[in-house]
Structures are given as C-alpha cells and as structure tokens.
C-alpha cells in the first residue's frame, strides 16, 4: 500500500515539479503568450526581428529638437536689448561739424542700452533703442541729427550683446553666456564657442530649454542628424551632461550584468557575445527578447496591435524576439543596435528546466527507495 502511495506521490510531484524551479525568468512562450488563445492580454506588444524591424527599430535615430518639441530651424532678426555695449559713429560732410575733431570729421561714441532700454546721443538726447533693429535705430539717430550736424552719416554697431545671447553650461570647457550671431547661430557653433564637451559625443547628453519646452538628444545626433541641429534663439538655455549608457543582460546568458557601451553603437550581437554567449545547457536559442519602451510612432510601423491594445502613448513597451535558430538572424543581430537601458534576455530551454528538476529529485527519489525497502521487509 506504501509502496502504491509513494509512486503516485512521486508522479504527481514530477507533473508539478517544473512549475515551481527557480528560474532565471520567463520562458519563451510564455513572453508569446499572445499566441495562445483564451489568455489575457499583455500589457506589451511582441515583434519578430526580421529585415524591415532591424531597419526601422535597430537602426533609427531620435530626432527630438526637430520634431517632438517642435523646436524648428529659424532665424531671427537680432533686436536690441537692454544691457547691449552699442559702438555709435558719426560722420559730417565739414569740418567744423559738431561731431568733426582734429583727426578727422567724425566720432565714436560708446554707450549702453540702461534699464529703461534707452541710449544717450549728444545733442540728439536720449534715444528708445530696446526691441529695436540695428538698422532702425540708426536711421533714428540719423533722423535726430539732420538739423544739427553737418549732413550726418551714422552707423551703429553692437560691441556686446546680452539680449541676443544664449547660455551653455555644464560639461563644457568655458560654460557661459555667447552672444547669437546675426547670421544665426546653431547648437554645435555654441558648444564649439565653449570648447566642445569634456566627454565623447556617444556618452553626452546636450538638454536645449527654450521657454517651457525642452528636448535633449546625444551630441552624436546633432552630427548624424543636421535637423537637429537648430538655430538658436535669444535666452536659450544648453546643458551638456556626461550620460554614459548601458544596456543589461539576463536569463540563460554567460553572465547576468549590466554592461556599460564605452562605445559610439553596439548591435545586439555584440551585446551577446560581451555577455558571454548563450548557454550551452541552459539556452532556448529561439528565445533572445530584447525588452524596450519605444517611440509609438515606431511602433505604430512594427505592430498593429498598439492600438488595439490600448498602448498608444508616448512611449511603448515593446519585447523584441529574435530566433537564433535560423541562420539569418545572425546577420538581423548584427545589424540591430542597442539603445540605452535596453534589457537583453535569454529564455531557458524547456529541456534544461527538466534536467534540474531531475537533479533536485535525485536525492528525494533515493530517499523514498530506502523506505521502500525497509517497509518491505
């Protein structure tokens, strides 16, 4: 009777007993699980790595300033602002103008823009320069002048601008404020003015605010991206910050870590092989997920299941799964690029879940023979 009761308690622990193994996460199927019906849906969509994913998800690039921010190339019309060092010449048709001297038949003046955004002018008086073009305002002083000096010519020039300036601080050799040229500046001529980033392009992160709104992208994109690189407006505000990115490996993988790029791209395949490769006797090679929240708009192209699912947000979470298996996916993996805070993740094959539940039953199967025999004698 025992005896009867022991192997159908063995039994019935050997239909349960893989269920419970410690694992190192989720099987295959079960991160597929959309493919079986009568199941709850998943809060993520699942996308196979073929050749258009690896174009569209492994090869894209954020264009942030361009785009989500609506931060457009423009340029401006420099207008004169309060705290601005103004270069005033005159110039007169005689010598005995009021503004000739000893040298010459004109003069400089000197003077700032004060806080009630007006300049002084001998015999022209204080003159409104703030919000005013260079151009307008020398035909304002001009105009003050004619019936006071001697056929004048004047022009106007800005010294020193604070109005028509922007800010850079952060990882930058000489953070500052930089004056906006009239033929518009862009963002990398203002972090070549404060002596470029301290760190590599691929591990700086440059933050544009302007007003209310912000964006931030890696230098690297400013470069790859000309659209990106935007012209930049009065009182726009840059941070470079030192980011260095790095993606994380789990499951049944040479070694669960977090690996730090330390270069400008790395592909999927490479992400692997830093982690040691795919387990000999652990490894599902059909299962390689790489988990990331993506862009809706890439996502949108990846899987029509977005909207269904309710996930059309700014951001999506999106399980990649790549199957070693065939032949091309090794080319798919090389071609396919990490991207910041990516997680790699190795399924467990379902037979090296067997072989450690038999491992762990080794010792109890022993157990229960030895009583087994006792009860029999």
């Known amino acids: 009777m025992f005896k009867r ?76 602002g309060v705290g601005d060092d103004l270069v005033v010449g005159i110039w007169e048709a005689g010598a005995n103008g009021l503004f000739s001297t000893n040298e010459g038949k004109q003069t400089k003046i000197q003077t700032e823009v004060d806080e009630t955004g007006r300049i002084f002018i001998p015999y022209a008086g204080r003159i409104h320069a703030s919000g005013m073009t260079v151009e307008a305002l020398r035909e304002k002083i001009q105009n003050q002048l004619l019936d006071k000096a001697i056929q004048p010519q004047v022009l106007v020039a800005v010294r020193g601008s604070q109005a028509n ?48 709104r912000t964006a931030a992208i890696l230098l690297e ?87 269904d699912k309710g996930l059309a947000g700014y951001r999506v979470p999106v399980v990649y799964r790549l199957n070693l298996r065939e032949p091309k996916a090794f080319f798919l993996a090389r071609y396919f690029e990490l991207r910041d805070k990516d997680i790699v993740y190795v399924a467990s094959h379902p037979t090296a879940e067997f072989a450690k539940f038999i491992r762990m039953l080794g010792p109890s199967a022993n157990y229960a023979q030895k009583i087994d025999q006792i009860m029999a004698r």
């Open 5 to 80: 009761f022991s192997s159908l308690f063995f039994a019935a622990f050997l239909m349960t007993g893989c269920a419970v193994l410690p694992g190192d996460g989720p099987s295959a199927i079960d991160i597929k699980a959309d493919d079986i019906v009568n199941l709850p849906p998943k809060e993520y969509v699942v996308v196979d790595i073929d050749s258009n994913v690896a174009n569209v998800a492994g090869q894209a690039r954020h264009d942030d300033f361009a785009e989500h921010f609506s931060i457009r190339k423009t340029g401006h019309s420099q207008r004169i």
């Open 221 to 307: 994109n400013l470069f790859d991206f000309p659209e990106n690189n935007v012209y930049l407006m009065p009182d726009d505000n840059i941070l470079l910050a030192h980011m260095p990115r790095s993606f994380t490996l789990f499951g049944a993988i040479g070694k669960t870590q977090e690996v730090a790029f330390n270069t400008r791209t790395v592909t999927l395949a490479e992400a692997i092989a830093r982690g040691g490769g795919l387990s000999d006797d652990r490894a599902d090679p059909s299962g390689v997920f790489l988990f990331r929240f993506e862009d809706v708009g890439i996502a949108r192209q990846l899987s029509d299941k977005v909207e």
């Open 165 to 212: 300036s922007a800010v850079i601080v952060g990882d930058v050799k000489k953070p500052g404020r930089m004056p906006i040229s009239v033929a518009g500046t862009r963002v990398l001529d203002l972090v070549a003015e404060a002596g470029g980033s301290k760190y590599p392009t691929y591990e700086t992160m440059v933050t544009l605010k302007r007003g209310d």
